[in-house]
Nanobody, 125 residues
Framework: QVQLVESGGGLVQAGGSLRLSCTAS????????MAWFRQAPGKEREFVAC????????YYANSVKGRFTISRDNADTTVYLQMNSLKPEDTAAYYC??????????????????WGQGTQVTVSS
């Protein structure tokens, strides 16, 4: 089992920045590919970004490319999502997820085995 705890959400004005953190405990963090997803009220959960177990490979949704950066620190068992130039449409609950059987990084939520409880990000216009 892997336990994931997100933090860093909050209320920010459009154009501002936030950094989300997701700290893992349990099994060896460096064995897992990690990802961030988000879900806005009334909408389905959507992929935001993912990173390979080594940190060498990343992939982003088109809607956040160039504004968000995913990174990880395996020594601290934490994955980060730096969010810049935030827009009201970025408002959502943000979830981190871990893929327990990583081959290549994936955008599909069904491939992720462990999920955090989420942290709310609200961007005001």
């Amino acid at each position: 089992q892997v336990q994931l705890v997100e933090s860093g959400g909050g209320l920010v004005q459009a154009g501002g920045s936030l950094r989300l953190s997701c700290t893992a405990s349990g099994r060896t963090f460096s064995n897992y590919n990690m990802a961030w997803f988000r879900q806005a009220p009334g909408k389905e959960r959507e992929f935001v970004a993912c990173i390979s177990w080594s940190g060498d490979n990343t992939y982003y949704a088109n809607s956040v490319k160039g504004r968000f950066t995913i990174s990880r620190d395996n020594a601290d068992t934490t994955v980060y999502l730096q969010m810049n130039s935030l827009k009201p449409e970025d408002t959502a609950a943000y979830y981190c997820a871990a893929d327990g059987s990583p081959t290549t990084i994936t955008i599909w939520a069904r491939e992720y085995d462990y999920w955090g409880q989420g942290t709310q990000v609200t961007v005001s216009s």
